[in-house]
Nanobody, 120 residues
Framework: QGQFVESGGGLVQPGGSLRLSCATS????????VGWYRQAPGKQRELVAS???????TYVDSVKGRFTISRDNAQNMVYLQMNSLTPEDTAVYYC??????????????WGQGTSVTVSS
């Protein structure tokens, strides 16, 4: 059984919003940094947002001001609120635990991800 189950993706028009959810079997109260990654077609997977146990969040420049990451340590859930979506946000989105917000190397194996397509 996988450690991450991502959901909430889908097809959305440019300018629209989606909220992604990640359920993990890991007790994230013991994890400092949790993050959301994405992999667009033909591109490498990138860390787009991370949040520490203390609530400090970090974002890649391309999503700053549009995406918001949050975590529910009691429910072992991680969320990504995505607003003002553009076609460049089209990707498969994954959650995982990066070494730090500066070192995106994931500490666990990947889940199946959730696909986001932004298109009119």
């Amino acid at each position: 059984q996988g450690q991450f189950v991502e959901s909430g993706g889908g097809l959305v028009q440019p300018g629209g919003s989606l909220r992604l959810s990640c359920a993990t079997s890991v007790r994230i109260s013991s994890i400092d940094v949790v993050g959301w990654y994405r992999q667009a077609p033909g591109k490498q997977r990138e860390l787009v947002a991370s949040i520490t146990f203390g609530g400090m969040s970090t974002y890649v420049d391309s999503v700053k001001g549009r995406f918001t990451i949050s975590r529910d340590n009691a429910q072992n859930m991680v969320y990504l609120q995505m607003n003002s979506l553009t076609p460049e946000d089209t990707a498969v989105y994954y959650c995982n635990f990066p070494i730090s917000h500066r070192i995106p190397t994931p500490l666990r194996s990947w889940g199946q991800g959730t696909s986001v397509t932004v298109s009119s």
